[in-house]
Structure formats: structure tokens, C-alpha cells
């Protein structure tokens, strides 16, 4: 099992671009014992959860659209958009170019363990998936 200060330092690692790419600043840092951890970024329209259930093993990103400055509810299928289902969009209108250029900003990324490994591939995704959010018709 992680600490919940080592999630948290991998965390901040993995997902550094948000902050120097995409002008989000750590929002939240949430540790309830050994069980649940969640960081959270923020920007002017979305907020970002990165959470991880320890005793299950359940990693989860979720983009939250902020409505008048404030989250969606957790079932707002329109504004709080799981990264599973981002990655599906938009995988289908960027081309094999922008995902090797995206492989090659993480190459130096070393990884672990497993939890590192699931950190790196969400990165990867949600970096891809934030340069093309407004491109988004339709989730």
C-alpha cells in the first residue's frame, strides 16, 4: 500500500504539465488514513481529480467543467467528464504524429510500480485529451 504523502508527491510528478502547460494550480489535497487520497488542480473552467482507492486498487481522473465557478454534481454526465471516456473522443480526431509527440514529452518519465504506471498513462491521455477539450463536440 501507498502513503498518502507518496501519492501525493507521484501525483504532483506525473501530472506536473498541468500547471506549466495549462495554468492549473493544486487546488486540494485529500487523505482520509490509508484508505482514499485525492489532488485535485483547478484553473478558471475546470477542476481535475486524480483519486486512488488504496484498499481496491481503483485509480480515477475525472474533468469537472465548472458551472458559475463551481463543480458539477458527481452524476453530471454532461459536465463531469471521466478521462476513460475523453480518451475515447479523442483518440478518434488526433493523428498518430500528436501521440508520438505526446510519448516523447513523458519518455524520460521513469515508472515503479503499477500505481506509477496507471499515473503515467492518465497523464499521457489528459494531456492529449486538454489540448484538444475545446475540439470536443460531443461526450
Known amino acids: 500500500m501507498i502513503e498518502g504523502d507518496q501519492y501525493i508527491k507521484r501525483v504532483n510528478f506525473f501530472f506536473s504539465f498541468l500547471n506549466t502547460e495549462f495554468r492549473f494550480r493544486l487546488y486540494e489535497e485529500k487523505v482520509r488514513g490509508n484508505v482514499f487520497y485525492d489532488v485535485r488542480f483547478k484553473n478558471e473552467t475546470k477542476i481535475i481529480s486524480v483519486s486512488y482507492e488504496n484498499i481496491e486498487d481503483y485509480f480515477e481522473v475525472v474533468v469537472f467543467k465548472l458551472q458559475n465557478g463551481e463543480m458539477p454534481d458527481y452524476d453530471d454526465k454532461v459536465e463531469t ?53 475545446d475540439d470536443i463536440k460531443s461526450i
Not at 480518451?87 to 524520460?108: M, P, T
Open 81 to 133: 467528464l471521466h478521462l476513460s471516456k475523453l480518451n475515447e473522443v479523442i483518440l478518434s480526431i488526433i493523428d498518430k504524429n500528436e501521440i508520438n509527440l505526446n510519448k516523447e514529452y513523458f519518455r524520460e518519465f521513469n515508472v515503479t510500480d503499477e500505481l506509477d504506471r496507471k499515473l503515467l498513462k492518465s497523464a499521457k491521455e489528459l494531456r492529449l485529451c486538454l489540448k484538444h477539450f
